[in-house]
């Protein structure tokens, strides 16, 4: 890793960092020791004293791992707008734009990250410091942290150099930077294969554990209740830790959309997560205190009302992914009856409103009667893509209203965003089909996590009866502990479920992160994942205890 780049990245000089933050930061990691030992050194004791040597040493590996963080960082913040950044070039470029203007629009677009701040001293060195387009494209790509960036200033600086017109070279960069993050996407994809891969076998190690929780201190003697809370966090920690490592992993490609303007499924989502959980403890009163059910099934009952939330918001998501699927022929077609009227919008717009496209159809018509009274057409297009849902649309809708407003050629405009709006909703079937694989394998796995568990529980169970009952003479060493009779069964089922319930939230919301979906979102399978995992430990214990001849 290049240490100017690296610092480039950081807005300060590698002199600059040393000075101001690791001299600081490691004197005070190495001065907090000797001070703690001087005045208390009583309290330095053991496992303590271990833990305050080593802030030293973390100290230092977080001083010298922060640099490469925050390049990491800043290099997906540049990938993962690639895609939105050459589309919004090159509708521009349709335009009387200069090249200077050109790239502060795009500079100003906050939802570039750090893309916009490094097109931005491209414009800086123009207007500042006087060096040509070219030149300011090759310093900054000298300095960038992405190589999908660098490699494409690079290339637009030598296009520069050789007089090729602007509007064709981005024209032609289209499809060579949407190829560029069609590789990027799917390696995003396969290392999902990759996560599902570490998740089960992760998960199977971690059933063994609990196995192992279970019937240990019928033949030890050690504490049951104890093992099985450790159990639950180490379990809960794992889980918890691979599925951040998914977040990491997964392409950040959001669905729905981020404008401050609340829509109907909005506010539906938000009133019915409150009905939800009153629902939820008006359900536990009777399933405590009246109902005498097993607390496998009682728990599932208790926490079924949740699936309201996830199903409303299921729906809405839907909607959401059809609409996408519409939008790229209502934009080509915006596009084209704009570009042969002139330009004139409102007038193709009026005439889009008699013309089916599926769910669409009716954001469309609101569209056309918001940007017909000519109050604010910018704010029209953010209201319709709010109105639609998806980022998608409203990445790309904001870009071919700015293009058109400023004078593009409508039917260019179109056609480059409805090509590359298509080829993302392409990638985005890969990645629905990826979640849609991972649901099934997640469904068996938490059936054959339930069912290995609570098995473990009915042999135990049979055991802690044996030797509760068995008549053993007080000199005879029969070579096993058979305290078996202090382990309380009932509170090893009940924490059993804890840790599955805990597992299902886990699971659910594993399956969010891979599809990019809504948070609520996640109810639908938690109350999927929790029965299926009270069903299968209910007949687990009951099967069980037929075969075992006790019940």
């Given at each position: 890793?290049?240490?100017?780049?690296?610092?480039?990245?950081?807005?300060?000089?590698?002199?600059?960092?040393?000075?101001?933050?690791?001299?600081?930061i490691?004197?005070?990691?190495?001065?907090?020791?000797?001070?703690?030992?001087?005045?208390?050194?009583?309290?330095?004791?053991?496992?303590?004293r271990?833990?305050?040597?080593?802030?030293?040493?973390?100290?230092?590996?977080l001083?010298?791992?922060?640099?490469?963080?925050?390049?990491?960082?800043?290099?997906?913040?540049?990938?993962?707008?690639?895609?939105?950044?050459?589309?919004h070039?090159?509708?521009?470029?349709?335009?009387?734009?200069?090249?200077?203007?050109?790239?502060?629009?795009?500079?100003?677009?906050?939802?570039?990250?750090?893309?916009?701040?490094?097109?931005?001293?491209?414009?800086?060195?123009?207007?500042?410091?006087?060096?040509?387009?070219?030149?300011?494209?090759?310093?900054?790509?000298?300095?960038?942290?992405?190589?999908?960036?660098?490699d494409?200033?690079?290339?637009?600086?030598?296009?520069?150099?050789?007089?090729?017109?602007?509007?064709?070279?981005?024209?032609?960069?289209?499809k060579?930077?949407?190829?560029?993050?069609?590789?990027?996407?799917?390696?995003?994809?396969?290392?999902?294969?990759?996560?599902?891969?570490?998740?089960?076998?992760?998960?199977?190690?971690?059933?063994?554990?609990?196995?192992?929780?279970?019937?240990?201190?019928?033949?030890?003697?050690?504490?049951?209740?104890?093992?099985?809370?450790g159990?639950?966090?180490?379990?809960?920690?794992?889980?918890?830790?691979?599925?951040?490592?998914?977040?990491?992993?997964?392409?950040?490609?959001k669905?729905?959309?981020?404008?401050?303007?609340?829509t109907?499924?909005?506010?539906?989502?938000?009133?019915?997560?409150?009905?939800?959980?009153?629902?939820?403890?008006?359900?536990?009163?009777?399933?405590?205190?009246?109902?005498?059910?097993?607390?496998?099934?009682?728990?599932?009952?208790?926490?079924?009302?949740?699936?309201?939330?996830?199903?409303?918001?299921?729906?809405?998501?839907?909607r959401?992914?059809?609409?996408?699927?519409?939008?790229?022929?209502?934009?080509?077609?915006?596009?084209?009856?704009?570009?042969?009227?002139?330009?004139?919008?409102n007038?193709?717009?009026?005439?889009?409103?008699?013309?089916?496209?599926?769910?669409?159809?009716?954001?469309?018509?609101?569209?056309?009667?918001?940007?017909?009274?000519?109050?604010?057409?910018?704010?029209?297009?953010?209201?319709?893509?709010?109105?639609?849902?998806?980022?998608?649309?409203?990445?790309?809708?904001?870009?071919?209203?700015?293009?058109?407003?400023?004078?593009?050629?409508?039917?260019?405009?179109?056609?480059?965003i409805a090509?590359?709006?298509?080829?993302?909703?392409?990638?985005?079937?890969?990645?629905?089909n990826?979640?849609?694989?991972?649901?099934?394998?997640l469904?068996?796995?938490?059936?054959?996590?339930?069912?290995?568990?609570?098995?473990?529980?009915?042999?135990?169970?049979?055991?802690?009866?044996?030797?509760?009952?068995?008549?053993?003479?007080?000199?005879?060493?029969?070579?096993?502990?058979?305290?078996?009779?202090?382990?309380?069964?009932?509170?090893?089922s009940?924490?059993l479920?804890?840790?599955?319930?805990?597992?299902?939230?886990?699971?659910?919301?594993?399956?969010?992160i891979?599809?990019?979906?809504?948070?609520?979102?996640?109810?639908?399978?938690?109350?999927?994942l929790?029965?299926?995992?009270?069903?299968?430990?209910?007949?687990?214990?009951?099967?069980?205890?037929?075969?075992?001849g006790?019940?």
């Amino acid at each position: 890793m290049n240490q100017k780049i690296l610092f480039h990245v950081m807005g300060i000089s590698q002199k600059q960092y040393i000075i101001r933050f690791v001299i600081p930061i490691m004197s005070m990691g190495i001065l907090f020791p000797v001070v703690m030992v001087l005045v208390a050194p009583n309290l330095i004791q053991g496992n303590l004293r271990i833990i305050i040597y080593l802030i030293p040493v973390m100290l230092f590996f977080l001083v010298m791992f922060y640099p490469s963080t925050v390049y990491q960082n800043k290099k997906l913040q540049i990938d993962e707008n690639m895609h939105y950044y050459i589309t919004h070039l090159g509708v521009l470029s349709t335009s009387q734009l200069s090249r200077k203007e050109l790239l502060k629009r795009v500079a100003s677009n906050e939802a570039y990250e750090y893309l916009a701040e490094e097109t931005d001293k491209i414009y800086m060195l123009m207007n500042d410091w006087g060096l040509s387009l070219a030149q300011a494209c090759r310093f900054i790509a000298r300095r960038t942290p992405s190589e999908l960036y660098a490699d494409f200033l690079d290339r637009f600086a030598h296009a520069l150099d050789a007089g090729e017109n602007l509007e064709t070279f981005l024209k032609t960069e289209q499809k060579v930077v949407m190829n560029d993050f069609d590789t990027m996407y799917k390696a995003a994809l396969h290392s999902i294969d990759l996560v599902k891969e570490t998740f089960v076998s992760m998960v199977m190690a971690l059933v063994f554990l609990a196995s192992f929780a279970i019937i240990m201190p019928i033949l030890t003697g050690m504490d049951a209740t104890l093992l099985m809370i450790g159990t639950i966090f180490i379990f809960v920690g794992t889980e918890t830790l691979l599925v951040y490592f998914a977040k990491m992993k997964v392409p950040k490609d959001k669905i729905w959309h981020t404008l401050p303007i609340e829509t109907h499924a909005d506010r539906a989502i938000k009133i019915s997560f409150p009905i939800s959980l009153l629902v939820c403890m008006i359900v536990s009163i009777p399933v405590i205190f009246i109902l005498d059910f097993p607390v496998t099934i009682s728990l599932s009952i208790i926490l079924t009302p949740l699936i309201l939330t996830g199903q409303i918001a299921s729906r809405a998501e839907n909607r959401i992914k059809r609409k996408d699927s519409n939008f790229a022929s209502f934009i080509r077609s915006l596009g084209s009856s704009a570009g042969a009227r002139g330009g004139l919008i409102n007038e193709s717009l009026r005439q889009l409103t008699y013309h089916d496209f599926g769910p669409l159809t009716k954001d469309v018509t609101e569209l056309y009667t918001r940007i017909s009274t000519r109050i604010d057409k910018m704010k029209s297009w953010n209201y319709f893509a709010a109105g639609t849902g998806s980022n998608l649309i409203e990445r790309f809708g904001n870009i071919f209203a700015e293009g058109t407003h400023i004078g593009g050629k409508p039917e260019v405009i179109g056609e480059i965003i409805a090509d590359n709006f298509m080829h993302i909703v392409s990638l985005r079937k890969l990645r629905y089909n990826s979640s849609s694989s991972l649901v099934g394998i997640l469904y068996g796995l938490t059936a054959g996590i339930a069912f290995t568990l609570f098995i473990a529980l009915s042999v135990v169970g049979l055991m802690n009866s044996i030797f509760t009952t068995a008549d053993i003479p007080e000199n005879m060493d029969v070579g096993l502990y058979l305290g078996g009779s202090g382990m309380d069964v009932a509170l090893i089922s009940s924490l059993l479920m804890v840790l599955l319930v805990f597992h299902s939230l886990i699971s659910a919301l594993l399956i969010r992160i891979v599809d990019g979906g809504h948070f609520f979102n996640i109810y639908t399978h938690f109350v999927g994942l929790l029965w299926t995992s009270s069903i299968c430990g209910e007949m687990a214990l009951r099967s069980t205890a037929s075969l075992l001849g006790f019940a």
